[in-house]
């Protein structure tokens, strides 16, 4: 199946710092990836989707100027939390279409970045 | 926005058993996926099920559009199959997921 991969897997800043997660499509060209979050022993909430080359599209209460997305190739987008607070811990993920040849609408996901803010 | 509720919230099995897991959605979708998340937190692509049935191994499900559900079916449990089980669904061309509410399954040896 397609690979979608996420770095840093692990992640723990201080509070009031940033931290940047990406989110890479390896062999395949995703000009839409979606942003996740999940809180402990809860379900996957959608955070935004981010689109190749214009503005992200954030979810209701999610805060565009909390989490810049940028999504500068058709290959990576990134997630930036910024001045990062302890409530904002969360496992992070992103996720993509094949799309295009494959032709189907299956999602596939990242493995995931867990951040921690002391 | 659409709905999606998943049952049973919690599973306990003991390895070898089988098991049905459900997801009941309010609205027509176009895309319905089955998703394993092993305890590192990566979710596993299990189907890819809009409509129909399909079967992978021990796996199998089957989804029921026009009546608003799916369900999954393990066969034989193993303790590798332990994990949280979600089951996600889009209405709008290759677009977002609404993920469940997800199955918490424990195989015990």
């Known amino acids: 199946g397609a690979v979608v991969s996420q770095h840093p897997s692990w992640v723990i800043c201080k509070s009031g710092t940033s931290v940047k997660i990406e989110c890479r499509s390896l062999?395949?060209?995703?000009?839409?990836m979606f942003w996740y979050r999940q809180f402990p022993k809860q379900s996957l909430m959608l955070m935004a989707t981010?689109?190749?080359?214009?503005?992200?599209?954030?979810e209701q209460g999610v805060e565009k100027d909390k989490f810049l997305i940028n999504h500068a190739s058709l290959t990576l987008s990134t997630l930036t939390v910024t001045s990062a607070h302890p409530e904002d811990s969360s496992f992070y993920i992103c996720?993509?279409?094949?799309?295009?040849?494959?032709?189907?609408?299956?999602?596939?996901f990242g493995e995931g970045s867990r951040l921690t803010v002391l | 926005g659409i709905q999606v509720e998943q049952s049973p919230p919690d599973l306990i099995l003991q390895e070898g058993a089988n098991s049905t897991l459900r997801c009941n959605f309010s609205?027509?979708?176009?895309?319905l996926q089955w998703f394993h998340q092993n305890p590192w937190g990566q979710l596993i692509n299990l189907f890819y099920?809009?409509?129909g049935t399909k079967q992978n191994g021990r796996l199998s499900a089957t989804t029921v559009a026009t009546e608003r559900y799916s369900l999954l079916y393990i066969s034989s449990s193993q303790t590798t199959d332990s994990g949280v089980y979600f089951c996600?669904?889009?209405?709008?061309?290759?677009?977002?997921?609404?993920f469940g509410t997800g199955t918490r399954l424990l195989v015990s040896p």
């Open positions: 609205d027509s979708v176009n895309n």
């Open positions: 996600a669904v889009g209405d709008t061309g290759f677009q977002k997921l609404v």
């Open positions: 996720s993509a279409h094949a799309g295009g040849a494959r032709g189907t609408g299956e999602l596939f």
């Open positions: 099920i809009p409509s």
């Open positions: 981010s689109n190749e080359g214009s503005k992200a599209t954030y």
């Open positions: 062999d395949f060209q995703a000009t839409t």
